[in-house]
């Protein structure tokens, strides 16, 4: 028989995120360290899988320091060509990936894709001229096409509704972490002296050898479900299954509705919505991909513009992990997208209107921590505005897609003939910064507007419970989050 107490403790455990008040029983510390747990061996593993995927996507900016450009006969805009060739495969096969992941299971999928991206990173080792990079980044869009969405499905299969966002924030915090070790990393590579490889092809084999060998590791150590894992005890198992179990009863788990998909598909507060972490990406794409190539003209060796590419990277992540508290401390998601947009606005200005080397490095530093802080209450404000899973569905689909697209066009606006001031990347961040405020004014006044219509009572009474559920965001009870 189901011991009643033991339900009552998952039940405000799932609803409360382990803050419990007074007195904790043995079941409660049994609970919290079962999640501790959780975090410290499932989510880890994840978490170091994306930081990998961060510094795997960045080492091309940081080969270019390192030669890459002279030795493989790049002009002109050929390294921007090669820099945004995986973002057409990347948009194309995440739709392919995400069905063969609910097919074949995220832990086998997401070990899979890890293994085959870190071949495809130390063959650039051996690609000699633009076609050879084309074709690998091709292939490597498709292959992490699947990794960040498999990521995601485990973390919600891990943690109940009310602890899934703080997950998915400490998730999306490993970009920043692959900037912040992926520059001084890749400095200690350039200093190998075996000939068998110049310094930036051995930037691509060897962290590309490290990915491949923990997409094993991955397979051993994820599992779909908690109770599965061998990492966790049978009791830690038990408790975190019956507060799953718990959790779904009082979410009320539902199919995506196919006919009412394409209706949520045509409200224009997703898409004003989504193009905040568009803009976004334009700053942790130059972060990520350009910013040592900037410290670099500005008069720095190879090696110290890889190892400087830390600074922005903390900076980053630092704004990412904060990004999640914004619409508490400043009241809204509205005034949060306002503040990261007056980082990027600064940043951006500041790099457009100086040449002093230590302005610029600063506001690389500010830039960081605007553009991924959009990562956190972008997403986050577009998923706090989801009724219900066929909402949820085309919202994050969009958002990802848009995100993609961001860093698609930010590929192309750090051009070799810009060097040594870049004025028109700069721009464009500073573009990107003032179109937060455009995007996120529309999509305040869109709510604002629908929450007020919303005060006229409207009679659902005659609507069966089914047509009541699949209404989500149209019931007159639902409030839009500003």
Known sequence: MRDKHSDDIVSNVASKELILPGDSTDTDRELQRAFRKLDATLLAVIILSNVLNSIDRANLGLSKVAGLEDDTGMVGGDFNVVVSAMYPTYLLFMLPSNLILRKVGARFWLSFITVIWGIINMSMAFAKNKTNFIICRLFLGAAESGATPGALMLITLWYPRKMVTSRISMFYSSFAIGAIIGGPISSGIMKITNPRFTSWEWIFFIEGLVTAGFGGIMLLLLADYPDKSWLLKKGEKELLKKCMEQDQVEGGHRAVNKKRLWYH??????????????????????????????????????????????????????????????????????????????????????????????????????????????????????????????????????????????????????????????????????????????????????????????????????????????????????????
Request: glycine share 12%.
């Open 265 to 482: 598909a045509r409200d224009p507060l997703i898409y004003t919505q989504a193009l905040i972490p568009f803009c976004g990406n334009f700053g942790t794409t130059t972060i990520m991909t350009f910013s040592a190539i900037i410290v670099k003209n500005l008069g720095y060796s190879a090696s110290a513009s890889l190892a400087m590419q830390a600074a922005p990277g903390l900076c980053g992540f630092i704004g990412i992990l904060v990004s999640q508290h914004y619409p508490k401390w400043f009241g809204s998601y509205y005034a949060g997208c306002l503040f990261v947009s007056a980082w990027i606005i600064t940043a951006s200005t500041i790099l457009l209107a100086t040449v002093n080397n230590g302005a610029r490095i600063f506001a690389l530093c500010i830039l960081a921590f605007g553009s991924f802080g959009t990562g956190g209450v972008g997403p986050g404000w577009i998923m706090s505005n989801v009724g219900g899973p066929t909402r949820a569905a085309i919202s994050g689909a969009i958002s990802v897609i848009l995100g993609g697209l961001g860093a698609l066009c930010a590929s192309y606006i750090y051009r070799n003939q810009d060097a040594p001031r870049y004025m028109f990347g700069h721009g464009m961040n500073l573009f990107a910064g003032l179109f937060i405020i455009v995007v996120s004014t529309i999509s305040y006044v869109i709510i604002i507007r629908r929450n007020k219509m919303k005060e006229t009572n409207i009679n659902v009474s005659h609507s069966s419970h089914s047509e009541i559920l699949d209404m989500e965001n149209d019931h007159p009870d639902f409030r839009y989050m500003a």
